[in-house]
């Protein structure tokens, strides 16, 4: 089992970049997928990045394609998301999760272990 604890949420001007920490704790790190999903108010958890375990192989969604850097440092058992260009809509809570299967997936009910979130909000 693995517990995750997001952090780096906060409130940036559109055009401003935040970087996100999620944070494991509990065995083997290293054997989880990881991924980053977001929900803004009223709108379902929707798939933002995913890595694999050696950071070899990464998947973003259409909208932050360029903007958004997932990575991994499998040492510190930490997975980062660095937002660039900001924009107001992608304001949400921002959670990561572990998955501890065998291909790489950008489906949410795949994911075993959910971190509690952190809040981005980006003002125009």
């Known amino acids: 089992q693995v517990q995750l604890v997001e952090s780096g949420g906060g409130l940036v001007q559109a055009g401003g970049s935040l970087r996100l920490s999620c944070t494991a704790s509990g065995r083997m790190f290293s054997n989880y997928r990881m991924g980053w999903f977001r929900q803004a108010p009223g709108k379902e958890r929707e798939f933002v990045a995913a890595?694999?375990?050696?950071?070899?192989?990464?998947s973003y969604a259409d909208s932050v394609e360029g903007r958004f850097t997932i990575s991994r440092d499998n040492a510190k058992n930490t997975v980062y998301l660095q937002m660039n260009s900001l924009k107001p809509e992608d304001t949400a809570v921002y959670y990561c999760a572990a998955d501890s299967g065998v291909v790489l997936t950008t489906t949410l009910t795949k994911y075993d272990y959910w971190g509690p979130g952190t809040q981005v909000t980006v003002s125009s």
């Open positions: 890595i694999s375990r050696s950071g070899g192989r990464i």
